[in-house]
């Protein structure tokens, strides 16, 4: 059974940092590209970052350029956000999303709140 559980998020204060983790179990994603998005309360779900299957590739939601950073350690079958600059607009739940062909797989969220 395929599973990505989330990790990492909780309270900030506006200026800090955290790092997300999703890790994947049940197969390998080192050849499928990563993505994070998130969801506000009342809001839809939306991209934040994907990052290519060698890593060499990394997009980003305008909004998040420059203060969040996607990466991935393929031999730990892991993906990372590291959110540096954290302002209160970034208060969603983060979602891991791997891909494979047309199947998409979801972790379960984790929770990011920036208090102002």
């Known amino acids: 059974q395929v599973q990505l559980v989330e990790s990492g998020g909780g309270l900030v204060q506006a200026g800090g940092s955290l790092r997300l983790s999703c890790a994947a179990s049940?197969?390998?994603?080192?050849?499928?590209?990563m993505g994070w998005f998130r969801q506000a309360p009342g809001k839809e779900r939306e991209f934040v970052a994907s990052?290519?299957?060698?890593?060499?590739?990394?997009y980003y939601k305008d909004s998040v350029k420059g203060r969040f950073t996607i990466s991935r350690d393929a031999a730990k079958n892991t993906v990372y956000l590291q959110m540096n600059s954290l302002v209160p607009e970034d208060t969603a739940v983060y979602y891991c999303?791997?891909?494979?062909?047309?199947?998409?797989?979801w972790g379960q969220g984790t929770q990011v709140t920036v208090s102002s």
């Open positions: 999303r791997g891909r494979v062909g047309t199947n998409e797989f």
């Open positions: 049940g197969r390998t994603f080192s050849n499928n590209a």
């Open positions: 990052i290519n299957w060698s890593g060499t590739n990394t």
